[in-house]
């Protein structure tokens, strides 16, 4: 076998390599179906004071369904775009600093939200709903 015909065989093994492997096609993602969740939340029909924060979870009801999915509340809007399908639990936090006191060693925060609702909301989730709105009252 000559010098050339041993280097023509692994450029053509090289060639059928890479046209094989370019043409698999990756495989997509599995899992649960999502959606896009978006809304407002308000505290007693109002805004959240602008010097709050806060987060948005929801997770599923029965566990180890799908996992759960969070977004930061910014200017009372939230937007999770990967929330799971089904029956859900919308739990939210927001949180607010309290000034500064006589003796704190450490900064210390407050709750917004009712202790009723700190547990979470259960809802409905079908598909995606550009409108889903709390109310924290």
């Not at 076998?1 to 993602?29: D, H, N, Q, Y």
């Not at 180890?64 to 919308?90: M, W």
């Not at 309290?98 to 009723?116: A, H, I, M, N, S």
Request: aromatic share 6%; net charge negative; hydrophobic share 35%.
């Amino acid at each position: 076998m000559t010098r050339f015909s041993k280097s023509f065989g692994w450029l053509v093994a090289l060639a059928v390599v890479i046209v094989v492997c370019t043409g698999c096609p990756a495989k997509e993602a599995s899992g649960p179906p999502t959606a896009h969740l978006q809304g407002a939340v308000t505290l007693t029909g109002g805004p959240i004071p602008a010097d709050a924060s806060g987060t948005i979870i929801f997770e599923p009801v029965t566990v180890g369904d799908s996992r759960p999915a969070s977004s930061p509340i910014k200017d009372g809007k939230y937007d999770v775009e990967d929330a799971p399908i089904g029956k859900l639990r919308a739990v939210i936090h927001v949180t607010q600093e309290l000034p500064p006191g006589e003796g704190r060693q450490f900064t210390e925060f407050k709750t917004l939200v009712p202790e009723r609702l700190k547990v979470g909301q259960e809802i409905q989730v079908d598909g995606d709903n550009p409108n889903l709105n709390f109310d924290l009252k």
